[in-house]
């Protein structure tokens, strides 16, 4: 699936694995996985769930399907880039075998924000701020 052109209005296009041209109306859709050739379809069955606090930047999601299954991911800070039809959400133990995941709208039966995971931080510095008056008593003395 093309994740820049696949979603249209309607439907989801994607390749085949035999190579041909297929559409699926979002009510058909559950999930769509991008992963490598020759991945473990388990996306559902296996590490559905992270183990702990996630640390990549984005919003830590716990979804629940219309079926019973539950899934949780990350979603990108960004929500202009949150298609209107479904969620681009990264999954438990990302890699070859699952990249990313697109969730239909209408598979879903509620979505739960666990954390908002940012950015690093920058270090702590005892410089003082531009432009902060240096007779100010200071509020935390050391």
């Not at 052109?5 to 989801?12: I, P, S």
């Not at 716990?62 to 929500?79: A, H, P, Q, V």
Request: some cysteine; aromatic content about 8%; glycine content about 10%.
């Amino acid at each position: 699936m093309n994740p820049t052109q696949g979603l249209q209005e309607g439907h989801v296009e994607m390749i085949t694995t035999a190579g041909t041209l297929q559409r699926a109306r979002y009510e058909e859709v559950k999930a769509i996985c991008v992963s490598t050739a020759g991945a473990k379809a388990n996306l559902f069955v296996e590490d559905s769930a992270f183990e702990r606090r996630p640390k990549m930047a984005g919003l830590w999601v716990r979804f629940s399907l219309r079926d019973g299954d539950r899934l949780e991911g990350i979603l990108g800070n960004n929500l202009l880039d949150w298609p209107e039809h479904g969620y681009w959400i990264t999954p438990p133990h990302a890699g070859p075998g699952r990249q990313r995941v697109f969730l239909a709208r209408r598979a879903l039966n509620s979505a739960e924000v666990l954390g908002v995971i940012g950015a690093k931080r920058l270090p702590a510095t005892k410089e003082p701020l531009p432009g902060l008056d240096q007779q100010q008593l200071p509020m935390f003395p050391e």
